[in-house]
Protein backbone atom coordinates (compact mmCIF):
# COMPACT_ATOMS: atom_id res chain seq x y z
CA UNK A 1 0.00 0.00 0.00
CA UNK A 2 1.64 3.30 -1.40
CA UNK A 3 0.41 6.33 0.97
CA UNK A 4 0.53 9.56 -0.48
CA UNK A 5 2.53 12.19 1.82
CA UNK A 6 -0.32 14.14 2.39
CA UNK A 7 -2.47 11.70 3.92
CA UNK A 8 -0.63 9.76 6.44
CA UNK A 9 -2.35 11.51 9.43
CA UNK A 10 -5.98 10.38 7.72
CA UNK A 11 -4.53 6.10 8.54
CA UNK A 12 -4.26 7.07 12.51
CA UNK A 13 -7.44 8.41 13.11
CA UNK A 14 -9.64 5.42 15.40
CA UNK A 15 -12.79 6.50 13.10
CA UNK A 16 -10.95 6.09 9.46
CA UNK A 17 -9.34 2.90 10.58
CA UNK A 18 -12.62 1.62 12.23
CA UNK A 19 -13.97 1.69 8.84
CA UNK A 20 -11.53 -0.79 7.68
CA UNK A 21 -12.68 -4.52 7.57
CA UNK A 22 -9.39 -6.12 7.26
CA UNK A 23 -7.02 -6.27 10.88
CA UNK A 24 -3.83 -6.55 9.18
CA UNK A 25 -4.83 -4.03 6.44
CA UNK A 26 -5.40 -1.42 9.84
CA UNK A 27 -2.26 -2.33 11.16
CA UNK A 28 -0.26 -1.57 7.96
CA UNK A 29 -2.20 1.41 7.73
CA UNK A 30 -1.58 3.01 10.68
CA UNK A 31 2.40 1.45 10.81
CA UNK A 32 3.05 3.00 7.71
CA UNK A 33 0.88 6.06 8.01
CA UNK A 34 3.05 7.18 11.29
CA UNK A 35 6.19 5.92 9.13
CA UNK A 36 5.47 8.51 6.76
CA UNK A 37 4.66 11.26 9.77
CA UNK A 38 8.15 10.14 11.71
CA UNK A 39 10.35 9.92 8.93
CA UNK A 40 9.29 14.02 8.06
CA UNK A 41 9.79 14.56 11.86
CA UNK A 42 12.87 15.25 14.10
CA UNK A 43 12.49 12.33 15.48
CA UNK A 44 15.63 10.41 13.72
CA UNK A 45 17.41 7.36 15.29
CA UNK A 46 14.69 5.31 16.02
CA UNK A 47 14.59 1.59 14.93
CA UNK A 48 13.14 1.36 11.23
CA UNK A 49 12.98 -1.14 8.14
CA UNK A 50 15.44 0.26 6.60
CA UNK A 51 18.95 2.56 6.53
CA UNK A 52 19.66 5.71 4.85
CA UNK A 53 22.88 6.76 3.95
CA UNK A 54 24.34 10.12 3.03
CA UNK A 55 28.10 10.65 2.11
CA UNK A 56 30.54 11.11 5.58
CA UNK A 57 31.15 14.93 6.67
CA UNK A 58 33.87 15.66 8.59
CA UNK A 59 32.70 15.90 12.47
CA UNK A 60 30.39 12.95 12.19
CA UNK A 61 31.18 9.93 14.31
CA UNK A 62 33.52 7.30 12.86
CA UNK A 63 31.09 4.36 14.60
CA UNK A 64 28.45 5.48 12.05
CA UNK A 65 30.27 4.99 9.20
CA UNK A 66 29.05 1.34 7.26
CA UNK A 67 32.37 -0.07 6.62
CA UNK A 68 30.80 -2.76 3.88
CA UNK A 69 29.41 0.27 1.92
CA UNK A 70 32.65 1.38 1.76
CA UNK A 71 34.44 -2.08 0.53
CA UNK A 72 32.00 -1.90 -1.88
CA UNK A 73 32.50 2.39 -3.35
CA UNK A 74 35.63 3.26 -1.48
CA UNK A 75 34.12 6.06 -0.13
CA UNK A 76 32.46 6.74 3.65
CA UNK A 77 28.98 7.10 4.05
CA UNK A 78 26.82 7.23 7.45
CA UNK A 79 23.37 5.45 7.99
CA UNK A 80 21.34 7.89 9.56
CA UNK A 81 18.58 5.14 10.08
CA UNK A 82 19.98 1.56 11.32
CA UNK A 83 17.48 -1.77 11.92
CA UNK A 84 17.55 -2.72 15.21
CA UNK A 85 16.65 -6.60 15.67
CA UNK A 86 16.10 -9.05 18.40
CA UNK A 87 14.56 -7.55 20.78
CA UNK A 88 11.66 -9.92 22.43
CA UNK A 89 8.27 -8.26 23.38
CA UNK A 90 5.41 -10.10 24.98
CA UNK A 91 1.90 -8.31 24.18
CA UNK A 92 -0.26 -8.58 27.32
CA UNK A 93 -4.26 -7.43 25.96
CA UNK A 94 -7.25 -7.40 28.34
CA UNK A 95 -10.30 -8.40 26.75
CA UNK A 96 -12.43 -8.40 29.76
CA UNK A 97 -16.04 -7.05 28.95
CA UNK A 98 -15.32 -3.70 30.84
CA UNK A 99 -13.33 -2.88 27.76
CA UNK A 100 -16.61 -3.47 24.99
CA UNK A 101 -17.65 0.00 25.89
CA UNK A 102 -17.70 3.35 23.95
CA UNK A 103 -20.14 6.09 24.38
CA UNK A 104 -19.73 8.95 21.79
CA UNK A 105 -16.26 7.70 20.83
CA UNK A 106 -16.28 5.27 17.11
CA UNK A 107 -15.13 2.33 18.47
CA UNK A 108 -14.52 0.09 21.78
CA UNK A 109 -11.72 0.45 24.12
CA UNK A 110 -11.48 -3.25 22.91
CA UNK A 111 -11.88 -2.38 19.24
CA UNK A 112 -8.94 0.22 19.59
CA UNK A 113 -6.69 -2.65 22.31
CA UNK A 114 -7.16 -4.90 19.45
CA UNK A 115 -5.65 -2.43 16.87
CA UNK A 116 -3.13 -1.08 18.40
CA UNK A 117 -2.06 -4.73 19.64
CA UNK A 118 -2.28 -5.54 15.98
CA UNK A 119 -0.09 -2.66 15.05
CA UNK A 120 2.65 -3.17 17.61
CA UNK A 121 2.72 -6.93 16.42
CA UNK A 122 3.19 -5.41 12.43
CA UNK A 123 5.55 -3.30 13.50
CA UNK A 124 8.21 -5.54 15.85
CA UNK A 125 7.83 -8.40 13.44
CA UNK A 126 8.40 -6.29 10.52
CA UNK A 127 11.41 -4.95 12.12
CA UNK A 128 12.41 -8.66 12.56
CA UNK A 129 11.93 -8.30 16.39
CA UNK A 130 9.79 -11.31 18.50
CA UNK A 131 6.69 -10.48 19.71
CA UNK A 132 4.64 -12.75 22.07
CA UNK A 133 0.86 -12.14 22.88
CA UNK A 134 -0.99 -13.39 26.08
CA UNK A 135 -4.93 -12.56 26.15
CA UNK A 136 -6.56 -12.31 29.14
CA UNK A 137 -9.31 -11.08 31.31
CA UNK A 138 -10.28 -13.31 34.69
CA UNK A 139 -7.81 -15.28 33.01
CA UNK A 140 -5.14 -16.24 30.22
CA UNK A 141 -7.60 -17.16 27.47
CA UNK A 142 -4.53 -17.89 25.41
CA UNK A 143 -0.80 -17.36 25.29
CA UNK A 144 1.58 -17.26 21.77
CA UNK A 145 5.25 -17.07 22.91
CA UNK A 146 7.34 -14.35 21.08
CA UNK A 147 8.92 -15.46 17.42
CA UNK A 148 9.74 -13.21 14.87
CA UNK A 149 9.43 -14.57 11.74
CA UNK A 150 6.79 -13.01 9.25
CA UNK A 151 4.89 -16.00 8.86
CA UNK A 152 4.06 -15.74 12.63
CA UNK A 153 2.27 -12.39 12.04
CA UNK A 154 -0.53 -14.59 10.53
CA UNK A 155 -1.23 -16.45 13.79
CA UNK A 156 -1.08 -13.18 15.62
CA UNK A 157 -3.31 -11.76 13.91
CA UNK A 158 -5.74 -14.66 13.35
CA UNK A 159 -5.69 -14.79 17.10
CA UNK A 160 -6.66 -11.05 17.30
CA UNK A 161 -9.39 -11.22 15.35
CA UNK A 162 -11.45 -13.87 17.26
CA UNK A 163 -11.25 -11.96 20.39
CA UNK A 164 -14.78 -11.02 21.87
CA UNK A 165 -14.90 -9.11 24.99
CA UNK A 166 -15.33 -12.10 28.10
CA UNK A 167 -15.23 -12.53 31.48
CA UNK A 168 -14.33 -10.35 34.41
CA UNK A 169 -11.21 -7.83 34.93
CA UNK A 170 -8.62 -9.84 36.93
CA UNK A 171 -5.29 -8.01 35.83
CA UNK A 172 -2.76 -8.42 38.62
CA UNK A 173 -3.72 -12.10 38.62
CA UNK A 174 -3.47 -12.67 34.88
CA UNK A 175 -0.31 -10.45 35.14
CA UNK A 176 1.53 -12.42 37.21
CA UNK A 177 0.73 -16.03 35.86
CA UNK A 178 1.66 -15.17 32.98
CA UNK A 179 4.94 -13.34 34.12
CA UNK A 180 6.07 -16.94 35.06
CA UNK A 181 5.94 -17.79 30.91
CA UNK A 182 8.82 -15.00 30.27
CA UNK A 183 12.01 -16.47 30.41
CA UNK A 184 14.24 -13.75 28.80
CA UNK A 185 13.73 -10.08 29.52
CA UNK A 186 12.76 -7.90 26.90
CA UNK A 187 9.78 -5.32 26.39
CA UNK A 188 6.45 -5.85 28.08
CA UNK A 189 3.60 -3.88 26.44
CA UNK A 190 0.20 -4.36 28.13
CA UNK A 191 -2.82 -2.63 27.06
CA UNK A 192 -5.84 -2.52 29.43
CA UNK A 193 -8.01 -0.26 31.15
CA UNK A 194 -6.89 -1.30 33.93
CA UNK A 195 -9.86 -1.85 36.36
CA UNK A 196 -8.82 -3.59 38.92
CA UNK A 197 -7.29 -3.08 42.21
CA UNK A 198 -4.24 -0.48 41.28
CA UNK A 199 -2.20 -2.12 44.46
CA UNK A 200 -2.50 -5.23 43.02
CA UNK A 201 -2.06 -3.82 39.15
CA UNK A 202 1.44 -2.02 40.75
CA UNK A 203 2.40 -5.44 42.55
CA UNK A 204 2.33 -7.07 39.66
CA UNK A 205 4.12 -4.92 37.43
CA UNK A 206 7.00 -4.42 40.34
CA UNK A 207 7.17 -7.90 39.66
CA UNK A 208 8.02 -7.27 35.89
CA UNK A 209 10.17 -5.05 36.20
CA UNK A 210 12.08 -7.05 39.05
CA UNK A 211 12.52 -9.70 36.08
CA UNK A 212 14.54 -6.70 34.73
CA UNK A 213 11.88 -6.25 31.92
CA UNK A 214 11.01 -2.86 30.01
CA UNK A 215 7.48 -2.37 30.67
CA UNK A 216 4.87 -0.12 29.15
CA UNK A 217 1.92 0.24 29.73
CA UNK A 218 -1.38 1.22 28.31
CA UNK A 219 -4.54 2.45 29.85
CA UNK A 220 -7.06 2.91 27.07
CA UNK A 221 -10.39 5.02 28.37
CA UNK A 222 -13.33 6.24 26.73
CA UNK A 223 -13.18 9.60 27.45
CA UNK A 224 -16.90 9.67 28.85
CA UNK A 225 -15.17 7.42 31.27
CA UNK A 226 -12.59 10.00 32.73
CA UNK A 227 -15.07 13.38 32.45
CA UNK A 228 -18.75 11.86 33.02
CA UNK A 229 -20.16 13.57 30.60
CA UNK A 230 -23.61 12.82 30.51
CA UNK A 231 -26.59 14.59 30.48
CA UNK A 232 -29.44 13.28 30.98
CA UNK A 233 -30.81 10.96 33.76
CA UNK A 234 -29.41 6.74 33.30
CA UNK A 235 -29.75 3.88 34.37
CA UNK A 236 -25.97 2.95 34.51
CA UNK A 237 -24.96 -1.13 33.69
CA UNK A 238 -21.67 -3.17 35.22
CA UNK A 239 -20.93 -4.66 31.79
CA UNK A 240 -19.52 -7.30 33.80
CA UNK A 241 -21.63 -7.84 36.90
CA UNK A 242 -24.60 -6.41 35.57
CA UNK A 243 -25.72 -4.25 38.42
CA UNK A 244 -27.69 -1.38 37.66
CA UNK A 245 -27.60 1.89 39.05
CA UNK A 246 -30.07 4.39 38.28
CA UNK A 247 -29.16 7.97 38.79
CA UNK A 248 -29.09 11.97 37.65
CA UNK A 249 -25.19 12.14 36.10
CA UNK A 250 -24.98 15.85 37.04
CA UNK A 251 -25.21 15.17 41.25
CA UNK A 252 -22.62 12.47 41.43
CA UNK A 253 -20.10 13.67 38.24
CA UNK A 254 -18.09 16.01 40.65
CA UNK A 255 -17.22 12.76 43.15
CA UNK A 256 -16.87 10.54 40.42
CA UNK A 257 -14.52 12.51 38.59
CA UNK A 258 -12.80 13.28 41.92
CA UNK A 259 -12.33 9.15 42.38
CA UNK A 260 -11.31 8.45 38.56
CA UNK A 261 -8.19 10.85 38.81
CA UNK A 262 -7.37 9.23 41.68
CA UNK A 263 -7.78 5.91 40.67
CA UNK A 264 -5.30 7.02 37.79
CA UNK A 265 -2.87 8.79 39.45
CA UNK A 266 -2.44 6.20 41.62
CA UNK A 267 -1.50 4.04 38.89
CA UNK A 268 0.52 6.77 36.80
CA UNK A 269 2.72 7.64 40.53
CA UNK A 270 3.52 4.00 40.80
CA UNK A 271 4.37 2.82 37.53
CA UNK A 272 6.95 6.03 37.84
CA UNK A 273 8.42 4.50 41.28
CA UNK A 274 8.98 1.46 39.45
CA UNK A 275 10.43 2.70 36.50
CA UNK A 276 7.70 1.90 34.43
CA UNK A 277 6.32 4.29 31.42
CA UNK A 278 2.43 4.36 31.72
CA UNK A 279 0.79 6.46 29.10
CA UNK A 280 -3.50 6.91 29.03
CA UNK A 281 -4.43 6.82 25.88
CA UNK A 282 -8.34 7.79 24.94
CA UNK A 283 -10.50 6.04 22.23
CA UNK A 284 -10.77 9.34 20.77
CA UNK A 285 -6.76 9.77 20.33
CA UNK A 286 -5.01 9.23 17.06
CA UNK A 287 -2.86 5.73 17.12
CA UNK A 288 0.63 7.58 16.44
CA UNK A 289 0.67 8.72 20.06
CA UNK A 290 0.91 5.51 21.08
CA UNK A 291 3.59 4.05 18.34
CA UNK A 292 5.67 7.02 19.26
CA UNK A 293 5.58 6.35 23.27
CA UNK A 294 6.92 2.96 22.00
CA UNK A 295 9.90 4.81 20.30
CA UNK A 296 10.46 6.61 22.40
CA UNK A 297 10.81 3.91 25.07
CA UNK A 298 13.03 1.67 22.61
CA UNK A 299 15.12 4.72 21.99
CA UNK A 300 16.36 4.65 26.07
CA UNK A 301 16.97 0.90 25.60
CA UNK A 302 19.59 1.18 23.24
Known amino acids: ?27 RAIVEGFMVGLHKSPYHGFSVEFSEHRPYMQGDPIKNIDWKVYAKREKFFIKQYEEETNL ?9 KSMDFKYASSVTKLDYAVTLAASFCYLLIKQQDAVGLTIFSDKIHSYLPPKSNRVYLKTLLTSLTKINALGK ?3 SLC ?30 LKQLRYKKNEVIVFQILDPVERNFGFDKDAIFVDLETKEELTTQPYQIRSAYQSSM ?40 MN
Open 261 to 300: NEFINKLKNGCLNYGIEFNLIGTNQPFDKALLNYFSKRSK
Open 175 to 204: LNDAAEKIKKRGLTIIISDLFDNPGSILSA
Open 169 to 171: TAT
Open 1 to 27: MALKSNDFRSYLDPLVISRIKSLEFKA
Open 88 to 96: ICNIFLDIS
